[in-house]
T-cell receptor, first 113, second 113 residues
Framework: DAGVIQSPRHEVTEMGQEVTLRCKPI?????LFWYRQTMMRGLELLIY????????DSGMPEDRFSAKMPNASFSTLKIQPSEPRDSAVYFC???????????FGQGTRLTVV | AQSVAQPEDQVNVAEGNPLTVKCTYS??????LFWYVQYPNRGLQFLLK??????LVKGSYGFEAEFNKSQTSFHLKKPSALVSDSALYFC???????????FGTGTRLTVIP
Protein backbone atom coordinates (compact mmCIF):
# COMPACT_ATOMS: atom_id res chain seq x y z
CA ASP A 1 0.00 0.00 0.00
CA ALA A 2 2.82 2.43 0.73
CA GLY A 3 3.63 2.95 -2.94
CA VAL A 4 0.31 4.60 -3.82
CA ILE A 5 -1.40 7.27 -1.77
CA GLN A 6 -5.07 7.88 -2.36
CA SER A 7 -7.13 10.68 -0.94
CA PRO A 8 -9.54 11.06 0.58
CA ARG A 9 -9.99 7.66 2.23
CA HIS A 10 -13.70 8.27 2.66
CA GLU A 11 -16.01 10.67 0.86
CA VAL A 12 -19.68 11.25 1.49
CA THR A 13 -21.43 13.60 -0.86
CA GLU A 14 -24.88 14.51 -2.01
CA MET A 15 -26.26 13.50 -5.35
CA GLY A 16 -25.43 16.05 -8.01
CA GLN A 17 -22.22 17.22 -6.44
CA GLU A 18 -18.82 16.99 -8.08
CA VAL A 19 -16.39 14.49 -6.60
CA THR A 20 -12.64 14.37 -7.21
CA LEU A 21 -10.56 11.40 -6.15
CA ARG A 22 -6.79 11.71 -6.02
CA CYS A 23 -3.89 9.35 -6.51
CA LYS A 24 -0.22 9.98 -5.85
CA PRO A 25 2.00 7.14 -7.03
CA ILE A 26 5.64 6.59 -6.25
CA UNK A 27 8.16 7.12 -8.99
CA UNK A 28 9.46 4.34 -11.20
CA UNK A 29 6.16 3.17 -12.60
CA UNK A 30 4.94 3.68 -16.11
CA UNK A 31 1.30 2.59 -15.94
CA LEU A 32 -1.49 3.81 -13.68
CA PHE A 33 -4.91 2.23 -13.35
CA TRP A 34 -8.23 3.31 -11.83
CA TYR A 35 -10.52 0.53 -10.64
CA ARG A 36 -13.96 0.53 -9.08
CA GLN A 37 -15.08 -2.18 -6.67
CA THR A 38 -18.69 -2.94 -5.75
CA MET A 39 -20.40 -5.97 -4.31
CA MET A 40 -22.50 -6.42 -7.41
CA ARG A 41 -19.89 -5.93 -10.12
CA GLY A 42 -16.63 -6.82 -8.40
CA LEU A 43 -13.43 -5.10 -9.51
CA GLU A 44 -13.84 -3.12 -12.72
CA LEU A 45 -11.10 -1.40 -14.68
CA LEU A 46 -12.22 2.14 -15.47
CA ILE A 47 -9.21 3.59 -17.25
CA TYR A 48 -5.47 3.20 -17.46
CA UNK A 49 -2.59 5.47 -18.39
CA UNK A 50 0.76 4.56 -19.84
CA UNK A 51 3.48 7.17 -19.42
CA UNK A 52 0.76 9.65 -18.37
CA UNK A 53 -1.24 9.11 -21.58
CA UNK A 54 -4.74 7.59 -21.38
CA UNK A 55 -4.66 4.31 -23.28
CA UNK A 56 -8.00 2.65 -22.62
CA ASP A 57 -10.99 4.40 -21.09
CA SER A 58 -13.59 1.93 -22.32
CA GLY A 59 -14.40 1.03 -18.74
CA MET A 60 -15.47 4.53 -17.81
CA PRO A 61 -19.19 4.09 -17.27
CA GLU A 62 -20.48 7.43 -18.50
CA ASP A 63 -19.50 10.89 -19.59
CA ARG A 64 -19.94 11.95 -16.00
CA PHE A 65 -16.63 10.24 -15.30
CA SER A 66 -13.29 11.74 -16.34
CA ALA A 67 -9.68 11.06 -15.42
CA LYS A 68 -6.48 13.00 -15.83
CA MET A 69 -2.82 12.40 -15.25
CA PRO A 70 -1.04 15.73 -15.63
CA ASN A 71 2.29 14.27 -14.52
CA ALA A 72 3.85 11.01 -13.38
CA SER A 73 3.16 11.79 -9.72
CA PHE A 74 -0.51 12.65 -9.77
CA SER A 75 -3.81 11.48 -11.18
CA THR A 76 -7.43 12.40 -10.57
CA LEU A 77 -10.75 10.72 -11.18
CA LYS A 78 -13.68 13.11 -11.32
CA ILE A 79 -17.38 12.38 -11.24
CA GLN A 80 -19.69 15.22 -12.18
CA PRO A 81 -22.51 15.13 -11.31
CA SER A 82 -22.38 12.23 -8.87
CA GLU A 83 -25.23 9.75 -8.46
CA PRO A 84 -26.04 7.21 -5.71
CA ARG A 85 -25.12 4.33 -8.04
CA ASP A 86 -21.56 5.67 -8.13
CA SER A 87 -21.13 4.60 -4.51
CA ALA A 88 -18.19 2.20 -4.46
CA VAL A 89 -14.57 1.85 -3.46
CA TYR A 90 -12.25 3.35 -6.04
CA PHE A 91 -8.70 2.06 -6.28
CA CYS A 92 -5.64 3.45 -7.95
CA UNK A 93 -2.87 1.04 -8.92
CA UNK A 94 0.52 1.30 -10.59
CA UNK A 95 2.86 -1.05 -12.39
CA UNK A 96 6.31 -0.88 -13.87
CA UNK A 97 7.29 -2.35 -17.18
CA UNK A 98 6.50 -5.84 -18.48
CA UNK A 99 6.08 -8.51 -15.89
CA UNK A 100 5.97 -6.47 -12.73
CA UNK A 101 3.07 -6.75 -10.39
CA UNK A 102 0.64 -3.93 -9.65
CA UNK A 103 0.69 -1.99 -6.38
CA PHE A 104 -2.63 -0.74 -5.09
CA GLY A 105 -3.57 2.19 -2.94
CA GLN A 106 -5.90 1.67 0.00
CA GLY A 107 -8.81 3.02 -1.93
CA THR A 108 -11.39 5.77 -1.56
CA ARG A 109 -14.77 4.72 -0.27
CA LEU A 110 -17.33 6.96 -1.97
CA THR A 111 -20.88 7.24 -0.75
CA VAL A 112 -23.33 9.34 -2.71
CA VAL A 113 -26.57 10.02 -0.86
CA ALA B 1 -9.17 -10.78 -25.66
CA GLN B 2 -7.96 -11.41 -22.15
CA SER B 3 -10.17 -12.76 -19.41
CA VAL B 4 -9.96 -14.44 -16.05
CA ALA B 5 -12.49 -16.74 -14.42
CA GLN B 6 -12.75 -17.60 -10.76
CA PRO B 7 -15.54 -20.16 -10.71
CA GLU B 8 -16.10 -20.11 -6.95
CA ASP B 9 -17.50 -17.06 -5.21
CA GLN B 10 -16.91 -18.64 -1.82
CA VAL B 11 -14.54 -21.30 -0.49
CA ASN B 12 -14.78 -22.64 3.04
CA VAL B 13 -12.04 -24.75 4.58
CA ALA B 14 -11.24 -25.96 8.07
CA GLU B 15 -8.16 -24.60 9.78
CA GLY B 16 -5.18 -26.86 9.16
CA ASN B 17 -6.62 -28.35 5.99
CA PRO B 18 -5.18 -27.66 2.55
CA LEU B 19 -6.90 -24.98 0.51
CA THR B 20 -7.30 -24.38 -3.20
CA VAL B 21 -8.71 -21.29 -4.90
CA LYS B 22 -9.32 -21.85 -8.59
CA CYS B 23 -8.48 -19.61 -11.53
CA THR B 24 -8.58 -20.10 -15.28
CA TYR B 25 -7.53 -17.59 -17.87
CA SER B 26 -7.76 -16.77 -21.54
CA UNK B 27 -5.16 -14.81 -23.50
CA UNK B 28 -4.07 -14.83 -27.10
CA UNK B 29 -0.37 -14.88 -26.27
CA UNK B 30 1.78 -15.87 -23.33
CA UNK B 31 0.35 -14.89 -19.97
CA UNK B 32 1.71 -13.23 -16.92
CA LEU B 33 -0.40 -14.46 -14.01
CA PHE B 34 -0.87 -12.94 -10.57
CA TRP B 35 -2.66 -13.58 -7.30
CA TYR B 36 -3.70 -10.81 -4.94
CA VAL B 37 -5.35 -10.84 -1.53
CA GLN B 38 -7.67 -8.21 -0.11
CA TYR B 39 -8.35 -7.85 3.59
CA PRO B 40 -11.33 -5.77 4.80
CA ASN B 41 -11.01 -2.04 4.12
CA ARG B 42 -7.65 -2.49 2.43
CA GLY B 43 -6.30 -2.40 -1.08
CA LEU B 44 -5.22 -5.48 -2.97
CA GLN B 45 -1.89 -6.94 -1.88
CA PHE B 46 0.37 -8.91 -4.20
CA LEU B 47 0.87 -12.58 -3.27
CA LEU B 48 2.73 -14.20 -6.14
CA LYS B 49 3.22 -14.24 -9.88
CA UNK B 50 4.08 -16.55 -12.75
CA UNK B 51 6.17 -15.10 -15.52
CA UNK B 52 8.14 -18.00 -16.94
CA UNK B 53 10.10 -21.03 -15.82
CA UNK B 54 9.03 -23.40 -13.07
CA UNK B 55 5.29 -24.00 -13.16
CA LEU B 56 5.08 -24.04 -9.36
CA VAL B 57 5.41 -20.57 -7.94
CA LYS B 58 5.85 -19.83 -4.25
CA GLY B 59 4.74 -16.58 -2.72
CA SER B 60 3.97 -14.76 0.49
CA TYR B 61 2.45 -16.29 3.64
CA GLY B 62 3.06 -19.86 2.50
CA PHE B 63 0.90 -19.64 -0.60
CA GLU B 64 1.84 -21.23 -3.89
CA ALA B 65 0.25 -21.54 -7.30
CA GLU B 66 0.68 -23.93 -10.17
CA PHE B 67 0.64 -22.79 -13.77
CA ASN B 68 -0.94 -25.37 -16.07
CA LYS B 69 -0.74 -24.30 -19.69
CA SER B 70 -2.81 -27.14 -21.12
CA GLN B 71 -5.66 -26.42 -18.74
CA THR B 72 -5.07 -22.64 -18.80
CA SER B 73 -5.25 -22.63 -15.04
CA PHE B 74 -3.37 -20.98 -12.21
CA HIS B 75 -4.88 -22.32 -9.00
CA LEU B 76 -3.78 -20.89 -5.65
CA LYS B 77 -2.90 -23.38 -2.94
CA LYS B 78 -1.71 -23.61 0.62
CA PRO B 79 -0.91 -26.87 2.45
CA SER B 80 -2.39 -25.81 5.79
CA ALA B 81 -4.93 -23.01 6.10
CA LEU B 82 -4.91 -20.45 8.90
CA VAL B 83 -7.88 -18.49 10.20
CA SER B 84 -5.94 -15.35 9.28
CA ASP B 85 -5.98 -16.43 5.63
CA SER B 86 -9.68 -15.55 5.50
CA ALA B 87 -9.94 -12.81 2.89
CA LEU B 88 -10.93 -12.04 -0.69
CA TYR B 89 -8.57 -13.47 -3.32
CA PHE B 90 -8.19 -12.20 -6.87
CA CYS B 91 -6.51 -13.82 -9.84
CA UNK B 92 -5.23 -11.52 -12.60
CA UNK B 93 -3.70 -11.92 -16.04
CA UNK B 94 -1.65 -9.72 -18.29
CA UNK B 95 -0.73 -10.68 -21.81
CA UNK B 96 2.94 -10.44 -22.69
CA UNK B 97 3.64 -7.01 -24.12
CA UNK B 98 0.40 -5.51 -22.84
CA UNK B 99 0.02 -3.07 -19.97
CA UNK B 100 -3.49 -3.62 -18.70
CA UNK B 101 -4.23 -6.14 -16.02
CA UNK B 102 -7.47 -8.12 -16.01
CA PHE B 103 -8.88 -9.37 -12.73
CA GLY B 104 -11.25 -12.18 -11.91
CA THR B 105 -14.36 -11.56 -9.85
CA GLY B 106 -12.72 -12.71 -6.66
CA THR B 107 -13.17 -15.65 -4.31
CA ARG B 108 -13.97 -15.18 -0.67
CA LEU B 109 -12.01 -17.65 1.44
CA THR B 110 -13.25 -18.44 4.91
CA VAL B 111 -11.09 -20.59 7.17
CA ILE B 112 -13.14 -22.12 9.94
CA PRO B 113 -11.47 -22.60 13.32
Amino acid sequence: DAGVIQSPRHEVTEMGQEVTLRCKPISGHNSLFWYRQTMMRGLELLIYFNNNVPIDDSGMPEDRFSAKMPNASFSTLKIQPSEPRDSAVYFCAITGTGNTEAFFGQGTRLTVV
Amino acid sequence: AQSVAQPEDQVNVAEGNPLTVKCTYSVSGNPYLFWYVQYPNRGLQFLLKYITGDNLVKGSYGFEAEFNKSQTSFHLKKPSALVSDSALYFCAVRETGANNLFFGTGTRLTVIP
